[in-house]
């Protein structure tokens, strides 16, 4: 049998010809001929992050204008995110999507409080927040507020030598949260070669016990994990969902349980993970996509530290909040202090009206564990400030013992920028310079190490936004400042993402009582957290 026509041309002409299909053309092709396949082939499965947003009111027509975009070139993904606002049918999205992508495609999603990511139609770059709805507001208010939120966020990427998988989490209790830690660590050892997986992009429902499920993770998993993610926008129903490619962790049985038990009625979760594991027995050649998390903080310390002094926490089992109430004495005095009169103490020392800008307390007390010979591990973690009155301070969370000491932090745009300049810069150059790559355990994090001759060259294949609701234009007094720092940094590479209500990741402020040592807090607020995804494109000894 002569060769076919196809086969006449060049791999360089059949690339360029096939890069330039729709991804289910490029899919198609690869069943012509051999020359063909293995064209399509190599294109389908190269490192691939593609992205677009929807600002359509209908989901159907937001959703086809995305999959347009994104399926334009060839991809054959192994994961999907998704970003929406409330207007918009959470488990219709996950559907949609899977009814497109396929059932084993695993896929989260979550309600955002704003949107990240280039225009669909337009392919301008967008970073857009919505008003979110008070507790006090009527039902119409709050429903003309939501139907303002129609936007849509899907990203899509093809990871070559990882192992993806979306695991729920259905309850922060503390038995369901050793379930949830036990059923990532099953996964990753299943598909493996290694007992904790390189990435976890976490989505939370903000009512759920988010530092509960942060303190877990910490113990269960190794400090080589990279946790990043945010806290999706409260919702009447559920805040997260997700598309699982495999429902036989303990915590998946459950669910069906459940479903089967409320008669098919819609589980709500209180967070849900995408796992991120190197495919067990691949070797260094195919496991090639890092995790580099930037981390720029909003938050300026003010004032001087305090100490706390009367405790008590109030908890609303209905809207699942917890509140600190708490006295204290500022350093050095004597003088026990009410709420009101810390806050016109701090008044005094810094001036200006300090609760009309975002206020927050970071508490920081040592511990008796540490890292390394000399560094002491400090317990460190921010609350929100929502008020005084004569008698107490009120903030967000508990946590706060007596005796425990803290300072106030206020937001502040210009360090906002500047960190995130400073974060992304940091990444870049870490990326141009050539680094050695561990041959056992591919470094995920931007302090790699050199640790053999092993140059390799990178490309940035885009990247992920978690960023404080309470950033953006509004915060800046400019639009897409972040997209466009990270542009500036990554001029090839798209990048997507939420504002949320409460960033993941680690710490974006130290504790000034640290003295050298590391902090703890994974939960962040006024932050934004990157997550940028690199390729290591060839290696030479």
């Not at 589980?267 to 993970?273: E, G, K, R, T």
């Not at 508490?363 to 460190?380: E, N, T, Y």
């Not at 107490?392 to 106030?408: A, H, N, Q, S």
Request: one cysteine or more; proline letters at 4%; glycine letters at 8%.
């Amino acid at each position: 049998m002569g060769r076919g026509k196809g086969d006449c041309l060049s791999e360089d002409v059949m690339d360029a010809i096939m890069e330039r299909l729709p991804a289910k053309s490029a899919a198609a092709a690869a069943c012509v001929c051999r020359s063909w396949s293995r064209s399509a082939t190599r294109l389908l499965s190269a490192p691939n992050f593609v992205t677009a947003v929807s600002f359509n009111r209908n989901l159907e027509a937001a959703i086809d204008e995305i999959m347009d975009k994104i399926l334009s070139k060839p991809i054959r993904p192994n994961f999907a995110i998704a970003f929406a606002g409330q207007k918009f049918n959470l488990s219709r999205i996950t559907t949609l999507l899977k009814k497109i992508l396929g059932s084993r495609i695993p896929t989260v999603a979550c309600f955002a409080t704003g949107i990240i990511g280039p225009d669909a139609i337009s392919s301008d770059q967008k970073e857009v927040t919505w008003r979110q709805p008070a507790y006090e507001t009527s039902k119409a208010a709050r429903r003309r507020i939501i139907d303002e939120q129609h936007g849509l966020a899907v990203t899509i990427g093809h990871f070559p030598g990882l192992k993806i998988e979306a695991i729920p989490l259905c309850n922060s209790l503390e038995d369901e949260l050793k379930s949830f830690v036990d059923d990532v660590g099953v996964y990753t050892s299943s598909v493996s070669n290694h007992a904790n997986p390189l990435a976890m992009i976490v989505l939370a429902d903000p009512r759920a016990n988010i530092r509960g499920i942060l303190e877990s993770l910490e113990e269960g998993l190794d400090g080589d994990t990279v946790i990043i993610g945010g806290l999706a926008a409260e919702h009447e129903g559920a805040c997260v969902s997700f598309n699982s490619q495999d429902m036989e962790t303990s915590t998946s049985k459950k669910i069906l349980k459940d479903r089967k038990a409320r008669k098919g009625a819609p589980v709500i979760y209180d967070a849900v993970a995408l796992v991120f594991a190197k495919r067990k027995n691949d070797d260094i050649e195919s496991a090639r996509i890092h995790f580099n998390p930037a981390v720029s903080a909003g938050l300026s310390p003010v004032g001087p530290t305090y100490k706390a002094i009367s405790v008590r926490v109030s908890r609303d089992d209905v809207e699942r909040q917890t509140v600190t109430w708490l006295t204290c004495k500022r350093e050095g005095m004597p003088a026990e202090l009410d709420g009101q009169s810390v806050l016109e103490d701090l008044d005094d020392q810094v001036g200006g009206d300090i609760l009309s800008e975002g206020l927050f307390i970071g508490v920081s007390k040592r511990s008796k564990c540490s890292v390394g010979k000399d560094k002491a591990m400090v317990p460190f973690t921010i609350h929100e400030v929502h008020g005084a009155d004569e008698q107490y301070l009120f903030v967000e969370g508990e946590g706060i013992k007596t005796g425990d000491v803290f300072r106030f932090y206020r937001t502040d745009s210009e360090t906002g920028k500047s960190s995130s300049n400073l974060a992304l810069e940091q990444v870049r150059e870490h990326l141009r310079s050539p680094f050695i790559l561990d041959r056992v355990h591919p470094a995920t994090t931007v302090e790699m190490v050199a640790s053999t001759s092993m140059q390799c060259d990178n490309k940035v294949l885009g990247g992920l936004l978690f960023a404080c609701n309470g950033r953006g234009e509004s915060y800046f007094g400019e639009p897409n400042v972040e997209s466009s720092i990270f542009s500036h940094n990554f001029p090839d590479a798209p990048i997507t993402g939420m504002f949320c209500l409460g960033e993941i990741g680690p710490p974006s402020v130290r504790s000034w009582e640290a003295a050298g040592g590391d902090t703890n807090s994974r939960l962040n607020f006024y932050s934004s957290m990157f997550l940028v995804f690199s390729y290591t494109l060839k290696c030479a000894e």
